[in-house]
């Protein structure tokens, strides 16, 4: 079977983050993940709670689903998750929308390999750190890295780490400094991802940027970097599915 | 002489706009603007208010102010100005800056060539619209095009239009379509470009980038687009400098 679990499609909207951030791109976004990290903002794509929302979708009807919404106006699908690459399958959809000439983007913490990654656009390896509660296998994620670089891939991808404390930010360093000839983000982490007060978020978030850009700037080991925001959250809040 | 008129130099901070948004980077800006746009943000370099700042500079000399600054901490510098494309020594700093392995960024609003325009790693053209109250020279701006092109640059250039009015957006919708094969980016314009309530102009600034995100997302002639905010605006407000 060539299904996948999708939790729900929308856009035309912006993707908000890391590599192609401000593109206009629909969503895809798949249901499950290896990971339960502490501040999940999707946590409904694995925890149970978004359980009555998933549909086990065939590229084709997802094409249909994206055509629906998007009409002809878009070139570019991001596929999110949860973690999309647990699904193998997702080679078919991979395979049906770049017959259509759609870019695609992808992000995933490198946890796991799929050898569809190879004709991803932009993908976007994001390991957790240390606030996350979760541990980065390093061999898995080692050897993800020098296969993406084999298949000469590194045009097309990045690492992008998001920072809540100064030990997600030494572990960033760390990451960047092992994979030092891939484009590398630092993302900051939004601590707050339940309110609905977005005038009080966007202030706490600049907060937390600014601090992020003044450690970044005086840190000589962090030179190939870009420091970025999640726009979105900016403009949309926690909202779901913009 | 190889000396260029330079306003001036500072960083490390973070490029807040366009194709290299993010990015760690020192800036060098540049006197003199052949344009006179209604909202420059940076008249100082033209209008002669900043007269006394002006310093006419050699590339080590620029150099050995750049390392003063931000130490062996960066790869990366930002030409800016006004306009640096009036300056045909510039040559002599970006020959300088590809020696010492340094990254470069450049942004010019395309009314003039320079033969250094191969040698930038990112290069903006940033065409302005009907709100600055300037004229495109499009015969100009199409040779420009297509001797970047030749140049085999397409990977290394981006066009950016900052948009005020559904004017402007026309404006930058026309140009995407004339140079469809260059990526693209969509950036708001700050209408407020002296006050210092930075509260209030973020504010002011969200409402516009939500305005022209909904507007993109209904137009099915733009697919292949970025929209982008100024960061740099969301957190030091109008401060020059930073
Ligand atoms: S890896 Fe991503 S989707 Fe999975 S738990 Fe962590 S943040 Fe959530
Ligand atoms: S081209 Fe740029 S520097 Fe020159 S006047 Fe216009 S905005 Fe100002």
Redesign the interface.
């Known amino acids: 079977m060539s299904k996948v679990p999708v939790m729900e499609i929308f856009?035309?909207?912006?993707q908000g983050e890391g590599m192609?951030?401000?593109?206009?791109t629909m969503f895809v976004r798949t249901a499950g993940c290896d990971y339960s990290c502490a501040w999940c903002d999707s946590a409904f794509t694995w925890d149970g709670s978004g359980k009555g929302l998933i549909k086990q979708m065939q590229a084709e009807e997802i094409w249909q689903e994206l055509v629906q919404l998007g009409?002809?106006?878009?070139?570019?699908v991001t596929l999110s998750g949860g973690n999309p690459a647990l699904l193998k399958n997702l080679s078919h959809l991979v395979d049906f929308l770049k017959e259509k000439e759609i870019?695609i983007g992808l992000e995933t913490q490198g946890s796991k390999w799929q050898d569809w990654f190879v004709d991803i656009d932009e993908l976007t390896i994001s390991p957790k750190p240390p606030s996350s509660k979760m541990n980065t296998d390093f061999d898995i994620l080692d050897s993800i890295m020098q296969r993406l670089r084999d298949a000469n891939q590194s045009n097309h991808i990045s690492i992008k780490v998001v920072v809540f404390s100064d030990e997600d930010y030494d572990y960033a360093k760390k990451v960047h400094l092992r994979y030092s000839d891939i484009p590398f983000?630092l993302q900051v982490g939004n601590e707050d991802n339940k309110t609905t007060d977005n005038?009080q978020l966007?202030?706490q978030l600049?907060t937390k940027?600014?601090w992020l850009?003044d450690k970044?700037?005086?840190?000589?080991?962090?030179?190939?970097?870009?420091?970025?925001?999640q726009?979105h959250t900016?403009?949309w809040g926690n909202k779901r599915g913009v």
């Not at 856009?11 to 912006?14: A, E, R, S």
């Not at 192609?20 to 206009?24: A, D, E, H, N």
């Not at 009409?71 to 570019?76: A, K, V």
């Open positions: 856009g035309p909207t912006i192609v951030i401000g593109q206009k009409g002809d106006g878009f070139s570019h870019k983000f005038t966007v202030e600049l940027y600014e850009i970044t700037m005086l840190d000589h080991e962090f030179k190939n970097v870009k420091v970025l925001p726009l900016y403009i």
